[in-house]
């Protein structure tokens, strides 16, 4: 058996990326006090810092991207409402049917193509006035989506406008926005001026250790902070998670081309192994799914093997794809390696 956690090659996630020294440091020195009094200086600046640089009038630190979405949607939509969103996204498939329990709101799923959303879709699925229908009150979008897919900037727009028309609100869950915007080579806030609300997560490939931001309106935000109390999440001495927050959000996501470039030698890497067919579609930024002609015992023994030489992965998902992720602590050797006892196991 492999021993030695250090040493471990992690494929199922970014979020299992380890916290920088710079991070850790920044922890330690954090300078604290109570944010529910809203007197804690480091979670002030991560706000402020968030706030500017996703281009929004204020943002709010939470502990985790399922919560800045159940805010987003709690503090735009009211009781028996109708969200839009695309059939494959996060906060439908894995939020626990948050929006119900929190928000008592109902969901329309659309089948948006390969997870990117287009307007006339979007459109067709607006609920007319009537006495036998929910309002369309918030249109979800996810970029980029469930698989990895990057949004191109004209549906984004697209979407948008046609919300505007109609008087509708749209949430952007940017869980890996910054590696959307280094896959589209924009700024940032090219792509959060076409929503209203927008989350993103620090503790993926941003590296922190925990937390998320959700931004927008300062009303709205206002709303989201009294929200914030319901669900628990008014935290105290919270400096100590938002100083390495703050080093999430200027320094970590100049290096995320790297993951996508990572990620695409390992798609490279993969396809070297007979039988295995990368997803060549979904290759867009860090994620690299694949399809494994074996029979399926071998597949479904493939996560217990893969540990015995050191390496975690997923099991196979449901849609019969295989998913790795490339993140800071995965670097080319890594991907040989893993490779390497991948073929050993699929001889």
């Keep these: 058996m492999f021993e030695g956690k250090h040493d471990i090659v992690d494929l199922r996630s970014d979020t299992v990326t380890q916290p920088t020294e710079a991070m850790r440091q920044a922890a ?43 805010l987003a949607i709690m503090s735009q939509t009211g009781r028996g409402d109708e969200i839009i969103i695309g059939n494959t996204c996060h906060i439908l498939l894995n939020e626990v049917g948050a929006t119900a329990v929190l928000s ?28 036998a229908f929910p309002k369309t009150s918030l249109i979800c979008l996810e970029n980029p989506s469930f698989y990895g897919r990057v949004i191109p900037m ?21 869980a890996r926005l910054f590696n959307a915007a ?11 001026r076409y929503c209203d609300t927008v989350g993103c997560c620090l503790s993926k490939g941003l590296c922190a250790p925990v937390g998320a931001v959700l931004a927008g309106p300062r009303d709205t935000m206002a709303l989201a902070r009294r929200n914030r109390r319901i669900l628990g ?3 105290r001495e919270a400096g100590i998670l938002a100083a390495p927050g ?23 890497r993969l396809e070297e192994i007979p039988g295995i067919k990368v997803e060549r579609e979904l290759l867009d930024i860090n994620m690299v799914y694949c399809r494994i002609d074996r029979p399926q015992p071998v597949l479904d023994g493939l996560k217990a093997g893969m540990m015995a030489e050191g390496i975690k992965i997923n099991p196979q998902k449901d849609d019969g794809l ?26």
């Excluded at 709101?105 to 067709?124: H, L, Q, S, T, Y």
């Design 28 to 70: 330690y020195d954090a300078e604290v006090g109570d944010d529910g009094y809203r007197d804690d200086p480091s979670v002030n600046r991560l706000e402020e810092l968030a706030a500017e640089i996703l281009g929004k009038e204020e943002a709010l630190f939470v502990p985790s991207g399922t919560m800045g979405n159940q």
């Design 104 to 131: 008592g709101v109902n969901v329309f799923p659309v089948p948006f193509p390969g997870g990117i959303p287009e307007a006339d879709m979007v459109r067709r699925s607006i609920r007319s006035d009537g006495p």
């Design 154 to 174: 004209e549906n984004t727009k697209a979407v948008y406008r046609l919300a505007k028309e109609r008087g509708i609100r749209v949430h952007l869950d940017g």
């Design 182 to 192: 280094a896959a589209l080579n924009v700024d940032v806030r090219e792509i959060t």
């Design 233 to 235: 999440g008014a935290m």
């Design 246 to 268: 703050i080093l999430a959000l200027t320094e970590m996501p100049r290096r995320l081309h790297e993951d996508h470039e990572n990620a695409r030698y390992l798609a490279d």
């Design 322 to 347: 295989f998913r790795f992720v490339t993140h800071k602590d995965i670097n080319r050797q890594d991907i040989d390696f893993a490779c390497g006892a991948l073929k050993k196991l699929l001889a």
